[in-house]
């Protein structure tokens, strides 16, 4: 099978390092990246901000984190917080590491450590490759609704997506 089949991936999660703040942060000012979750942060490039941002999630007993290591190195983070009074998902994926199903296989072992149930996600309508890790891990679309997208400076469509 060919490394980088998507289903031949097999991605483990581990807790998260003070260390691994320097690359989530680096995903996060990735310009590609940003447009693609189109409902980031209003200045990716703050450090300030970001600092504050991890510091408070990973004080809250009630949010789950993860780093997704590859080969060693930080791939990516995903997490499961509450969003309007419902637990969602969510999870970020550096460039370089796209499209070798690191994250449908992070989300999959993901799952087996966040078994509440309905659990809710979210992801611009254009964002086809989070769409796809959403369906591939049994998330169904349930609706859609308008916000406000700091990364397109204006008002898109968001999918809602629930596994049951
Ligand atoms: C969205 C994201 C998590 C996908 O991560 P990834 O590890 O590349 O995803 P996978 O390799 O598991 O691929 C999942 C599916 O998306 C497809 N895909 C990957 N990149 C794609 C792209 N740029 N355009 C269209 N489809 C794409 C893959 O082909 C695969 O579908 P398939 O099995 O039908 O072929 C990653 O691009 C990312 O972190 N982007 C920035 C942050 C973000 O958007 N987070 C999610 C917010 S809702």
């Known amino acids: 099978m060919s490394t980088n089949s998507y289903d031949s991936i097999l991605v483990s999660l581990r807790e998260i390092r003070d260390s691994d703040l320097e690359s989530f942060f680096a995903h996060q000012m990735d310009e590609e990246a940003d447009y693609m979750a ?9 450090r300030v901000a970001f600092d504050e941002h991890w510091r408070r999630i990973r004080n809250d007993k009630k949010i789950i984190l993860r780093t997704i290591p590859v080969n060693g190195a930080v791939a990516g983070n ?6 309007f009074g419902e637990p969602e998902v969510g999870y970020w994926i550096g460039k370089e590491f796209w499209g070798q199903g690191v994250a449908t296989s992070a989300l999959r072992r993901f799952l087996e450590i966040v078994t509440v149930r309905p659990l809710f996600a979210r992801a611009a309508v254009d964002n086809i490759a989070s769409i ?7 998330f169904r679309q349930t609706g859609k609704e308008k916000g406000f997208a700091n990364a397109r400076g204006k008002e898109i469509e968001e999918l809602l ?3 049951n």
């Open 132 to 138: 796809r890790v959403l369906e591939k891990n049994g």
């Open 78 to 83: 995903i997490a499961q917080f509450e969003m």
């Open 38 to 46: 189109a409902f980031t942060k209003k200045d990716p490039t703050d």
């Open 161 to 163: 997506f629930r596994l």
